[in-house]
């Protein structure tokens, strides 16, 4: 018995203005709280490493990431639903550090919500640490969630 598998080339390039639909609308499939579209165009003003990963024309999935003095904050990365569980965030994972190291950052830091056991999982299984918690930082359904914080050491 043979297996067939299908094989994804997929790629990197700059987040833009132009692709910022695509972008909102695999957020909102993602997030019960999406960014809007003006935080990812805040981001994109402000200089911040945004990044599309696609396979051909089709986004798979997209992070931002803000350089700090010795350090990068994760500010966003989604991979969308159909792509999932496939480790197209552990690429992007592979491609925030890779970046990171040449910026002479020595951490990467992220928040994740404590619903989010899915993320944190994939976080831990990459080496992320869990350093501390955010009281009410993240909106949520019932007012507030709070957040766990996570570093990776370059």
């Not at 003095?69 to 496939?86: F, R, S």
């Not at 552990?90 to 994740?112: K, Y």
């Not at 009281?135 to 507030?144: L, T, V």
Request: aromatic share 12%; hydrophobic share 40%; charged share 20%.
């Amino acid at each position: 018995m043979s297996a067939v598998f299908k094989t994804v080339e997929a790629g990197f390039e700059p987040m833009t203005e132009a692709r910022l639909g695509e972008v909102v609308a695999i957020e909102r499939r993602a997030y019960g709280h999406p960014w809007t579209r003006g935080n990812f165009s805040d981001s994109l003003r402000s200089g911040y490493q945004a990044q599309l990963l696609c396979a051909g024309d089709v986004v798979i999935g997209y992070f931002v990431a803000m350089l700090g003095v010795d350090e990068v904050h994760l500010l966003n990365i989604t991979v969308d639903l159909p792509y999932q569980g496939q480790g197209w965030g552990r690429v992007m994972l592979d491609a925030i550090a890779l970046w990171a190291r040449g910026q002479n950052a020595h951490w990467v830091w992220l928040e994740v919500r404590t619903s989010n056991a899915r993320a944190q999982q994939v976080y831990e299984r990459y080496g992320y640490r869990r350093v501390g918690e955010r009281k009410n930082y993240y909106p949520a359904e019932q007012g507030r969630e709070d957040a766990i914080v996570m570093s990776f050491k370059l």
